[in-house]
């Protein structure tokens, strides 16, 4: 029987449910990946690239900042009431 050929550079993983891959532990010891770590992964044409990145290219918001932002973006009553008179008209 024919068995994969493996280099450090190349590996052999299989695909899990919901798509989760083990990256072989000498590649994240070698890199400083942590278990929780974030990462940016994009494919470019049939390869996946993955970025370890210690921050996101968004923002994070809590949930007390988003609540402010909803409340700041809130429609005066008056106007609120006027567009939920006409969302009813249209469904």
């Known amino acids: 029987m024919l068995q994969p050929i493996s280099s450090p550079n190349?590996?052999?993983?299989?695909?899990l449910t919901k798509g989760l891959i083990t990256l072989?532990?000498?590649w994240r010891d070698d890199l400083g990946l942590k278990?929780?770590?974030l990462a940016k992964?994009?494919?470019?044409?049939r390869s996946i690239v993955i970025e370890p990145t210690?921050?996101?290219?968004?923002?994070l918001y809590s949930d007390a900042?988003?609540?402010t932002m909803l409340l700041a973006d809130?429609?005066?009553?008056?106007?609120?009431a006027k567009?939920?008179?006409?969302?009813k008209d249209i469904k």
């Open 10 to 15: 190349t590996q052999w993983s299989k695909i």
């Open 74 to 80: 809130a429609l005066p009553p008056k106007l609120a």
């Open 24 to 26: 072989p532990k000498p």
């Open 54 to 59: 210690d921050q996101p290219d968004y923002e």
């Open 65 to 67: 900042e988003i609540q």
């Open 41 to 45: 992964v994009k494919k470019v044409g």
């Open 83 to 87: 567009a939920k008179f006409y969302w």
């Open 35 to 37: 278990e929780g770590q």
